[in-house]
């Protein structure tokens, strides 16, 4: 779990932003990460089509939009990826938070927590809202084969974003939010191995790729 504690230290000193939502939807989404040989793999869901859900099709992390029963927007994406995947975060290990979110063009502030599993759980999807789960090692993200874009009209002009093709038998890209997300926690560990004294442990590691 070396990777994972480094993963974690990264995360952990590294400035965190807060959005306060205020008249805005807030939603939260769990990046689970499981070790192994070879690094890290992340794990992903497509959502299943629905014409009524903004995000339908899309690759993205377990989560879902706060409900008044929830303590907090931690609490929310664990209680989503329950509901999701039947996957019990309350066994695994909780690495750190990102920055939140806030898509321009979208009411709703999106929040992420980053989890590590020691064993390769048995996920049970809820099919009405997932089409499938898969895991991808988290050094494909670096691979320039795997960028490609996404070509999206908002507001009557048609806008370039950037994206991962991750999945070979999936058309749907990885981009937006989720994209932005990942971004981010490589920009957490490249600020925490470039710093000082980036390693508290003394392992010497300089660069974590994710």
């Known amino acids: 779990m070396e990777m994972v504690q480094h993963i974690r230290t990264a995360l952990n000193s590294h400035p965190v932003r807060i959005i306060e939502p205020g008249d805005r ?18 794990l992903f869901i497509e959502r299943s089509t629905n014409e009524n859900d903004y995000w339908s099709g899309q690759i993205g992390f377990p989560g879902g939009r706060e ?24 066994a695994a290990q909780y690495l750190g938070r990102l920055s939140d979110i806030a898509p321009g063009g ?11 599993v020691r ?6 999807s809820d099919k009405n809202e997932i089409a499938g789960t898969f895991w ?22 048609l806008r370039r974003f950037p994206a991962l093709k991750i999945i070979a038998d999936i058309e749907q ?3 937006g939010i989720t994209y932005r997300l990942l971004r981010n926690v ?25």
Not at 138 to 145: G, L
Request: proline fraction near 9%; include cysteine.
């Open 25 to 42: 939807a807030h939603a939260a989404v769990a990046m689970i990460l499981e070790e192994q040989p070879d690094g890290p793999r992340i």
């Open 67 to 90: 409900e008044s029963c929830d303590k907090s927007p931690r609490h929310t994406a664990e209680r989503e990826t329950l509901e999701e995947l039947g996957l019990d975060l309350s």
């Open 106 to 116: 979208l009411q709703i502030v999106v929040s992420c927590f980053v989890y590590a």
């Open 119 to 124: 064993q390769h759980p048995v996920l049970c």
């Open 136 to 157: 991808v090692p988290a050094r494909e993200f670096n691979n320039p084969a795997r960028r490609t874009h996404v070509d999206i009209t908002v507001r009557d002009r």
């Open 173 to 175: 890209p990885l981009w």
């Open 186 to 210: 490589n920009k957490a560990i490249h600020a925490a191995t470039n710093s000082p004294n980036p390693d508290p442990a003394g392992s010497g590691r300089s660069e974590v790729q994710l």
